[in-house]
């Protein structure tokens, strides 16, 4: 099973992707990230790609590619605890 997650780096995402990791029914982790994702990076996993981008209204084709055949997505993508009510 391939999934997509955003969000990887917050507070819900990180916990996402470590259930992700210990599902071994799991394939493939596809990480839509702002910035480098370090529990993905410490976990060594193969099955995690981290593909960064900036723009989360524009997706390229080659992003989109990266992307198909998955079967489900976490979107966990969303702003800080402390920038909430500002």
């Not at 955003?6 to 990180?14: D, K, Q, R, V, W």
């Not at 209204?57 to 998955?70: F, R, W």
Request: proline content about 2%; aromatic content about 4%; glycine content about 8%.
């Amino acid at each position: 099973m391939h999934l997509i997650l955003t969000g990887a780096t917050g507070l819900i995402g990180s916990a996402v992707l470590d259930a992700m990791i210990k599902t071994k029914d799991i394939t493939k982790i596809s990480i839509i990230s702002r910035r480098p994702v370090k529990m993905a990076e410490d976990a060594k996993d193969p099955r995690i790609n981290v593909i960064l981008h900036k723009d989360f209204e524009k997706y390229d084709s080659d992003l989109l590619n990266q992307l198909k055949g998955a079967t489900g997505c976490v979107w966990a993508l969303g702003i800080s605890q402390n920038a909430v009510g500002k």
